[in-house]
């Protein structure tokens, strides 16, 4: 385009040359918000996989926890269980103690016929 002096063509060329320069850096900062947007998207996938590692690892924490639990109370079970059989096995033996304990021999008496009962005699021949 020629160059002319009047002030009318030199300014529409200095504002289109301006709205290129515009429309040139708007592109560049749409392209560097696309590269930073797909930035953040990548993090916040990998963020995810992190929080769905660890919401896993949380599971798995639960599960512990309830096996944990759940041998705490087998063993107070077990634990009530050998107390009644220690008391069970105390009474059979205080029961089996009063079998063993002397008895006094049957005192002979004397029945109505005159014979004496309450001993034994030898009946073999």
């Not at 079998?99 to 002979?108: E, G, K, M, T, Y």
């Amino acid at each position: 385009m020629a160059v002319s002096s009047s002030s009318g063509l030199i300014a529409p060329d200095f504002r289109l040359n301006q709205a290129k320069r515009a429309a040139d850096q708007a592109e560049a900062t749409a392209r560097s918000l696309r590269q930073q947007a797909a930035s953040a998207q990548r993090n916040a996938d990998i963020a995810q996989e992190g929080a769905r590692s660890v919401a896993v690892q949380a599971d798995k924490a639960d599960s512990r926890a309830g096996l944990a639990r759940q041998q705490v109370i087998s063993t107070s079970s077990l634990n009530n269980l050998q107390g009644n059989f220690d008391a069970l096995h105390q009474q059979i033996s205080e029961g089996l103690k009063s079998l063993d304990l002397p008895v006094a021999p049957a005192v002979p008496v004397i029945n109505a016929d005159g014979q004496t009962t309450g001993t034994l005699v030898n009946v073999t021949a």
